[in-house]
């Protein structure tokens, strides 16, 4: 059984049991969701050959599947009235049902629609997750949790996307697919159990979750700062994969041990975020990493022609990003009071929309220009959710339902 002796441990009797209990369970669980929705970038160029597409034809289908982040504010309200556990389980079998899609495709239209159904189960499954730690741990104490959950992000590519690498290495890139999918749909039978029914207050939130949803101008400076940090990442992370491949001859293999170590970056950065972020402050930890993914990507564009540095400042700027994010999320459980999944969704809703508008311009400035010009596009989209995140600093009640963590 999947217990509280490893994640479990990071955390002190002052928190809930059950967040506890089951904080191992949901990382593990978000574990393969990642890692399904991850693997296509890195791997583009080996899809793009099965299905006999281009990339650019390929970045198109990425930006067809995650406009599904637009029903995301849709998502919340469901999330918001329904328990949170069926929330998350119905997140985890729509996540199974679009890999298999997927694995079927021989079109790149299929391939889109099993993308668009996957992308968009993983929204119901991180609202539902992140409304259930916002129920249970206040704010100014979620970042550690939260951080916790948020490695999952990194061991997604580190564990999750490199083995399904090596699976895609040894057979090919559909069985890939079939093996996340066996292994959420594993996940969704073991949390079912373990997170148990609602407590009768958050019912009875749950009963009077309706109407508009205002944001006020902090809120949704937050949430124009997510949408460009999101697109800043897939700005890079969308081309590294081909670029290696076009440029150094990189096999699948060895594409697999990329991510495995970008992975590990990963990793130490939402680790430092669970350590330090709630220490120093949500905004300003989140400012920090648009600094560090700025200089990332300058010094990747002046020295992309020398591999192992620029794999270096790749690693960082994708790190850099981890660590961003994850101090950025505790931020939209408070957007909108006592509706955790409204503010929740409309972060996933504004990520998804800056990863969808970064894709066509990010493949079409490889195909046409190279590299440099992608890791360009990220730096400039690193500055603007810096900005914003700047600017929201200094506005009065920044963070929306709560006054800002300074």
Known sequence: MIGPVVLGRALDDSFAATVRHNVTALTVTRIGANALYRFAPPFLAVIARGLDVSIGELGVALTVAELCGLMSPLIGRFVDRVPRRLAMTVGLAGLAAGALIVAASRHVVAFAAGLFVLSLAKIVYDVGQGAWIADHVPFERRGRVVGLTETSWALGLLLGVSSMGLIAAWTSWPWAYVAGALFVTGMAAILWP???????????????????VGLGRGGWMAVGAMAAMAAASQSMFVTFGTWLEDSHGFTTTALAAVTFSIGGLELVASSTSTART??????????????????????FIALVDVLPVALVLLGVFIASFEFAIVSMIPIGGELVRSRPAAGISRFLAASAVGRSIATVPATTLYDRIGMRASAALGGVLAVTFGVLMSLRERTPSGTGAVGADR
């Open 194 to 212: 373990r997170i148990g029914p609602d407590p009768p207050g958050r019912r009875a939130v749950a009963a009077g979750a309706t109407g508009a």
């Open 278 to 299: 709630d220490q120093w402050g949500k905004e300003r930890s989140v400012i920090s990493g648009a600094i560090v993914m700025v200089t990332a990507a300058v010094g």
